[in-house]
């Protein structure tokens, strides 16, 4: 399994059920109800930026890599 399809939860290691319960409560005391969206949104988008970018930089590699293959032969 590559770093894009590895589950979130196989990311954040060994961790209880009630120490994602905690980690929780203290976001939602940190941020509100209201923040809590508005933060993941912008969470997706920078990951998102980021998965493109990255797809992006290795099409360019792979696309050189190929035409100086081509120009060996």
């Given at each position: 399994m590559n770093a894009d399809t590895t589950p979130l939860f196989l990311l954040l290691?060994?961790?209880?059920?009630?120490?994602?319960?905690?980690?929780?409560?203290?976001v939602l005391l940190l941020?509100?109800?209201?923040?809590?969206?508005?933060?993941?949104?912008?969470l997706g988008k920078g990951i998102r930026e980021f998965k493109d970018a990255s797809s992006g930089i290795r099409k360019e590699i792979e696309k050189e890599t190929e035409t100086r293959s081509e120009n060996r032969s």
């Open positions: 290691g060994n961790l209880s059920t009630g120490e994602l319960i905690l980690i929780f409560a203290v941020f509100g109800a209201k923040r809590i969206p508005e933060l993941a949104r912008g």
